[in-house]
């Protein structure tokens, strides 16, 4: 159990860590160059751990259907996005509106979805959330200290 | 610029291996999420409190750490609602 813990938080912290150094890259080309980067350099990455461990091509690849395939798509602009907007307005608040985005997204689909669910708790939840979202955003210019 | 700008790929695949061994795992999608969100935030305040991968500090005031809490808080409502798979 301690190892699972430790795996779920070092993951988040490498989702910390992408976008610093992706936003670093931005600011010296550009967010799509950074996401160009981001994804080539993940594919390749992604592509020899593959011939070590195997998994790439699973044995039910066929039964995906195509729309499974467009979150690469959907990742090229989210990567440009978050590249983009941390040096600008800092990495917690790009962590912090990411997740409410996130958060408020994956509520709605499970509403539209008809997922069982608490609705009550789900909405308390959603409030909470965009009462963070305005606090985030209501600040006045960031104070730059190096 | 650093030469390790362009590794942020890796980070992100490596990401990838240790939230697949999170979700299978007796912590189960939505312990994995919470968890993994609460790595990220910690990191996030870390990294704008000493300026992380070259860019910029920023002073941390309480309006980050309230918007830390209001959403953090309202992100685990939403995963304890049931559905919510993020």
């Keep these: 159990m301690i190892f699972s813990i430790i795996f779920a938080v070092t993951a988040g912290v490498l989702v910390g860590i992408s976008r610093q150094v992706n936003g670093r890259l931005s600011v010296s080309t550009s967010p799509m160059m950074s996401s160009f980067y981001n994804h080539i350099v993940g594919f390749i990455t992604v592509s020899v751990v593959a011939v070590f461990i195997g998994g790439l091509i699973p044995p039910t690849v066929s039964e995906v259907p195509l729309y499974g395939y467009l979150a690469g798509p959907v990742g090229v602009i989210f990567v440009a996005a978050g590249s983009w907007v941390i040096p600008k307005i800092g990495a917690v608040n790009t962590a912090v509106l990411i997740i409410g985005g996130q958060m408020f997204m994956s509520a709605v689909m499970d509403v539209v979805e008809g997922v069982e669910g608490q609705p009550l708790l789900r909405l308390a939840g959603l409030a909470l959330i965009l009462v963070g979202m305005i606090i985030a955003q209501s600040r006045k210019k960031p104070q730059i200290t190096a | ?64 750490l309230m918007a830390v809490l209001f959403i953090l808080a309202g992100s685990v409502l939403v995963i304890i609602s049931g559905g919510a798979q993020a």
Excluded: C, E, K
């Design chain 2, 1 to 64: 610029m650093p030469w390790w700008a362009y590794l942020g790929g890796v980070f992100g695949a490596a990401t990838v291996v240790t939230a697949s061994l999170a979700v299978n795992s007796p912590l189960a999608l939505s312990g994995a999420i919470a968890l993994g969100l609460g790595g990220q935030v910690l990191f996030s305040l870390a990294a704008d409190q000493w300026g992380f991968f070259g860019l910029p500090a920023r002073r941390l005031d309480l309006r980050d």
